[in-house]
């Protein structure tokens, strides 16, 4: 299994846009990508925990990225998604995107390192592809929460 583009094999990775702009991130950590529906909000979570959903028994987790990076939210529409990650240690979440745009392979040098200057904690961003005309930030979703996060968000499951 590939760790990423580190390891000079080709990335794969689910390319969705948040507030027009693209993102990544790599499928080997998607396990699935479903339809918007109803979150039960969790009382005291960080402001982008949305709250939790009932996927086939399992509560999963879900964030809101646009919270998370600080960016703007026209609402969900019919185009809206969550995308089903996993962190290393198996932990399931789920990541509120506006749409999932395509599946796509990128080479290990198409891979660049994110500039200091995007609006976005530096810590979640594995770097930056540029795809054509388009640039897509890569994502980190290993990095997004924290392990305290994680474990407050975990322990009532």
Known sequence: MSNG???GQDLQAVVFSID???????????????RQEEITPLPQA???VEGII?????VIPVLNLHMLF????????????III??????????????????????RPEQL?????????NQQYLKGIVLDN?????????????SRGEMDQIFAGR
């Open 5 to 7: 583009p580190d390891d």
């Open 20 to 34: 027009k702009q693209f993102f990544g991130i790599d499928i080997s950590l998607v396990s699935e990508i479903i």
């Open 54 to 58: 009932n996927l086939r028994g399992s």
């Open 133 to 145: 005309d388009k640039m897509i930030v890569l994502v980190d979703p290993n990095q997004i929460l």
């Open 85 to 106: 990650a996993a962190s290393e240690d198996e932990q399931k979440f789920g990541l509120m995107v506006d749409a999932v745009q395509e599946v796509k392979k990128f």
């Open 46 to 48: 960080s402001n982008y």
């Open 112 to 120: 660049k390192e994110a500039p200091g200057s995007i609006n976005v």
């Open 70 to 81: 600080n960016m703007q939210s026209d609402g969900q529409d019919d185009n809206s998604r």
